[in-house]
């Protein structure tokens, strides 16, 4: 009795599927008919060749020597750079305004004393005069050039490979609106 009812069905199902969709059927046949699929061709797939890797006679590419850039300086001066500073010679000079660093120094004045310029600098109480040719700060900072509004340097400062280069800075005249006293 159950199998009357699922016959029907199929046959009802079946009625439905047979000839109603022709006309839907013959449009795709006409409209698809000079379609062709395009699909590219692959590249050629080349063979993998393995590159032997010869360790003997290599430099080690993590040595700090390959990671610190060369100096130009290195060839010509031997260790240490063309601008490797005299130690000697700062001990004759014992200078007061060399054994303070270039931030805790202030200029404070500018005087030009027989037709030479000098600055006049302050570190903590005491004030010390300076002109073109003089060492002050703790990198070998030489004095270059004296203006009434600043003081050019010339510091030799030491890398991290340990060679010597050049580093150009300046003091600057400290007006009183400035400081705080």
């Known amino acids: 009795m159950k199998k009357i ?28 008919k000079d379609m062709r699929g395009n699909v590219s061709k692959l590249p050629e797939v080349k063979p993998y ?10 430099l080690d590419p993590f040595k700090p020597s390959k990671i610190e850039p060369e100096s130009k300086y290195k060839q010509v001066a031997g260790k240490g750079g063309a601008f490797q500073p005299d130690f000697e010679a700062r001990e004759v000079r014992n200078s007061l305004l060399e054994k303070y660093p ?51 340097l010339r510091e030799l400062i030491q890398d991290s490979a340990g060679d010597w280069t050049e580093r150009k800075s300046s003091l600057y005249l400290q007006s009183k609106e400035g400081s705080k006293k």
């Not at 022709?22 to 698809?32: G, I, P, S």
Request: aromatic fraction near 6%; glycine fraction near 8%.
């Open 5 to 32: 009812p699922l016959i029907v069905l199929c046959g009802l199902l079946s009625a439905c599927a047979s000839g109603d969709h022709e006309d839907l059927k013959q449009w795709m046949a006409e409209n698809t």
């Open 49 to 58: 060749e393995p590159v032997p890797y010869d360790v003997e006679g290599a």
């Open 102 to 152: 270039i931030e805790s120094l202030k200029m404070i004045g500018y005087m030009n004393v027989n037709k030479q310029p000098m600055a006049v600098i302050q570190v903590e109480d005491k004030v010390k005069q300076i002109k073109v040719g003089d060492y002050i700060g703790l990198d070998f900072g030489m004095v270059t050039q004296v203006s009434d509004t600043e003081v050019q």
